[in-house]
Each structure stands twice: as structure tokens, then as C-alpha cells.
């Protein structure tokens, strides 16, 4: 373990980049969910109709269909066959999220995302037990039931529950029983198991995980020969099992992190000082040759004093 553990996390990025680079996928996630969240609440709020719906599914200046594929097939196994500006919304949201990564839903548009977040700052700071662990295959269980319960029910089963669909609920309407889904998503993680709800749980980010496996937006540890193990993308991954292949891997293995449950939330990035991590593609699979490291070149005068 590197005497850099010891540090706050991001405070080495901070200090070698500044605090923008040091939080700039950050602060540009919560500008991408305060949009996307923004636009369909203009039309209830100040009766700005450039989108209506939500996120299961909208129409965008009455002529741009945008579906979630999750939910129209929860519609079809429920015996509910969907009009066809619906199945063209469907693939269009589906093929983006195939090509960008399925899960840069969870981390750069699901609303939810800030909640969880949140939850795990407060569990950090208030020096919380990790908690109650389900496996990560839950989620795929969970997945299954839904669409088993559509199918059973005739109906889109998970909006009945949905904290996603509850939350945009509450802003619209007000304070009420929707927020209750809510603030339980925040009190499981906060209190139950950390980062228990999108890592273990919950069936949409399981689905979009699955639809982008193939993507060709990537995260890579291209420059990991000059990682100094301060543990800071671990600390700050949402899902931290996907960073050690790419990281730890041999000379011939990938650096690029090809797992799902990769959210590409860019956090890696944000705080690795040495620039251990970038986004690129799926086929930029060269690690990058060493450079001298940090520690070499404050080695090199002591050396020469030496000789």
C-alpha cells in the first residue's frame, strides 16, 4: 500500500490537477441528470412542452419518440403489444445506450443516481459499517421476478414500484407516498448495505448492464504502469470489482475495463492523479508505455548528488 492512502480521497488529483479536472465528471453528471430531469418537468412546471412523458417514455417536440426498452418489454410479456412509435423509441434509446454503455444511464441520466450518492457520502462520513452485502447476480434475480410478475399480472410491473418513476412523480404532484420509495432507496444504502441498491439490486441497472456489453464507450487503465496505489478509483468506483483486470492485469492482458457493471461515471478519472484512466474505445487496447515515474524522477537528483 502506498503512505498516499492516508490522504483524502481526490486530494493528490486535486493538488497535481486542480479541483475541475479533479471533479469535472462529477459536476458534469449532475448537469446531465439535472437536464434530462429538467426537461420533462418544464412542461408541468411553467407549461414548456418540449417534452412530454418521462423517462419510461416521451416525445420530444411531438416528434421524436424516445422509450425504454426495459419497460416496453416488460409491456410485450405482459401481453400488451405496443404501438409502433413506441417500438421505434425503443430501439432508438436501446441502440444508444448498446453503442455508449448500457449502464451510462445509471450514472449520467437516472435521477436516482444523486440519492444513492448521497447516501454513500453520509455513510462515509458518518463512518458506517459496509453492512448487509447481497450478491451482484441479485439484481438478475430481480430482473427475472419483474418481468415474471408482468407476465403473471398483465401489467408493467416495476412502475408500481419504481423510485425512478416515484421520484419524478413527487416533483410534479408534490410531497406524498411517492416520495417514500425515495427516501427508502436512501436509508438501504445508507444504512442497510453501501452502494446496495444499483450495485445488488435494482433491475434497471441489471438490464442496461446487459444491453451494454458490447458498447463502445470504454473506460482503460491505459497508463496503469504508473499507478502509485493510492486506492483513490477503488474508493470512488460504484462498482469497484470492474477496475482490478484492468489495473492489476498483466503486460498482455486488456487495460480497457470491458465488465458491464461498469457505470462509466468517470470518477476514476477524476481522481487519479497520475491519469492512471480515460475514456476511449473498446478497441484501444495497448497499454501505454511506462514513463518515468513520479518516484524516479525525485530519485534521479539524489542519485546524481550520490555519484
Not at 32 to 54: E, H, R, S, Y
Not at 158 to 171: K, Q, T
Not at 185 to 198: A, E, I, Q
Not at 204 to 227: D, H, I, K, P, T
Request: aromatic share 12%; net charge positive.
Amino acid at each position: 500500500m502506498s503512505e498516499k492512502t492516508a490522504l483524502p480521497v481526490g486530494q493528490e488529483a486535486i493538488q497535481e490537477k486542480g479541483w475541475w479536472k479533479a471533479h469535472r465528471f462529477l459536476i458534469l453528471r449532475r448537469l446531465t441528470q439535472a437536464f434530462f430531469l429538467g426537461l420533462f418537468l418544464l412542461g408541468p412546471w411553467f407549461g414548456i412542452w418540449w417534452v412530454k412523458g418521462n423517462l419510461a417514455g416521451s416525445m420530444t417536440f411531438d416528434i421524436l419518440p424516445l422509450t425504454d426498452p426495459f419497460v416496453l418489454l416488460q409491456g410485450i410479456v405482459g401481453q400488451h403489444w405496443p404501438e409502433m412509435t413506441a417500438i421505434i423509441g425503443a430501439l432508438i434509446v436501446g441502440v444508444a445506450y448498446a453503442l455508449i454503455g448500457g449502464r451510462v444511464y445509471c450514472s449520467w441520466v437516472c435521477p436516482i443516481n444523486p440519492v444513492t450518492d448521497a447516501a454513500h457520502w453520509l455513510h462515509d462520513k458518518l463512518g458506517l459499517a459496509k453492512g448487509w452485502q447481497p450478491k451482484r447476480n441479485t439484481r438478475f434475480w430481480v430482473l427475472g421476478m419483474v418481468f415474471v410478475v408482468s407476465a403473471l399480472t398483465g401489467t408493467i410491473a416495476w412502475e408500481f414500484v419504481n423510485p425512478i418513476s416515484m421520484l419524478h412523480r413527487g416533483l410534479i404532484f408534490g410531497m406524498g407516498f411517492a416520495w417514500t420509495f425515495v427516501l427508502a432507496v436512501f436509508l438501504f444504502d445508507l444504512v442497510v448495505s453501501r452502494r446496495g441498491w444499483c450495485g445488488h439490486l435494482c433491475p434497471v441497472g441489471a438490464f442496461y448492464g446487459l444491453l451494454g456489453q458490447g458498447s463502445l464507450l470504454r473506460v482503460s487503465a491505459v497508463n496503469r504502469a504508473e499507478c502509485d496505489d493510492c486506492m483513490d478509483c477503488f474508493a470512488v468506483c460504484p462498482e469497484m470489482h470492474v477496475i482490478t483486470p484492468a489495473l492489476r492485469g498483466a503486460d498482455e492482458d486488456t487495460p480497457i475495463i470491458l465488465s458491464p457493471d461498469c457505470t462509466n461515471c468517470g470518477r476514476c478519472v477524476d481522481v487519479c492523479a497520475p491519469d492512471v484512466f480515460k475514456f476511449t474505445t473498446r478497441f484501444d487496447t495497448t497499454p501505454a508505455p511506462a514513463r518515468a515515474s513520479r518516484r524516479n524522477k525525485q530519485r534521479q537528483p539524489e542519485a546524481s548528488r550520490a555519484a
